[in-house]
């Protein structure tokens, strides 16, 4: 698994039946990652908070965090506050991280920066 063109890189389907990432393989991709994402102490999930200035700001990102998980097949968790939003990402069928999260974690990286 190379970090190098995360941001390049599409989700793939995951229907189960592999592992989930480890600790260490975790802490290795999130390199390629914003340090503002936290890795789960038990490696299950990634997540940030993002913090807006108004309302509209909030809901435009949770719109483009949207269409990022309609065009990636991947869908995080989100908890939509006044002026912030929090993104969780964790592959259920695993029950832990896949590099799809660090994808999606990327774009929105991108998108943001």
Known sequence: ?????LDKKHCVPCEG??????????????????PAWNIS???AYIER???FSNYAK???????????AEAEDHHPDLVVKYGSCRVKYSTHSIGGLSENDFICAKKIDNMIS
């Not at 698994?1 to 063109?5: K, L, Q, S, V």
């Open 41 to 43: 102490d038990d490696a």
């Open 17 to 34: 039946g592999v592992e989930p990432l480890d600790m260490a393989a975790a802490k290795q991709i999130s390199q390629a990652i914003d």
């Open 1 to 5: 698994m190379t970090i190098d063109d």
């Open 58 to 68: 909030t809901i435009s990102f949770v719109n483009a965090v949207a269409w990022i």
């Open 49 to 51: 908070e993002f913090k």
